[in-house]
């Protein structure tokens, strides 16, 4: 469509600076640190020079902690964006605790396409825990670690880490 280029190019970058962060986000403390060094250390080494986007990622990698050629290869240089339809349900356990079971459909990105996305579990007055689950394939199930008091909401991809169209669905 008209306009996609300039997009995809120029504003997607921002978008791809913000997943990058939110992956490396202490999620239990918020702490962003680690993406802060990220940052530094990469314009630290090429201040006044040219620099790749391999550059970026071989800094980027040793920050994480793993390979990142899948989310370069999803999403610099890919133009695919998810779909995610999200449903959850809570149960409380015959201890008193509760569970809450997750499902996710996932399309618009090719079978292999997978991102660690952000689950914001609400229990009101100010009280929120957040959980990282990879999303795969075109359906995902899986439950979040019980919780002694029962959610008021949960919220996939909370705070819109990532690029992306969400659905919220019921069960």
Known sequence: APGDHALIVYKKGAWV?????????????????RFAGLMRDFYARHEGGQATTEDFRRVAQRYAGEDLGWFFDQWV???????????????????GKFKVTCRVEQSGVPEGFHMPVPIRIDFGEGRAAWVRVSIQGARSQFELPLMESAPKAVVFNDPQSVLCRVEQVKW
Not at 17 to 33: I, P, Q
Not at 77 to 95: I, K, N, Q, V
């Open 17 to 33: 600076l913000h997943m990058l962060r939110n992956m490396l986000l202490d999620l239990e403390t918020g702490n962003d640190e």
């Open 77 to 95: 240089h890919g133009t695919d964006l998810p779909t995610y339809r999200f449903a959850s349900r809570t149960e409380r356990t015959a201890d």
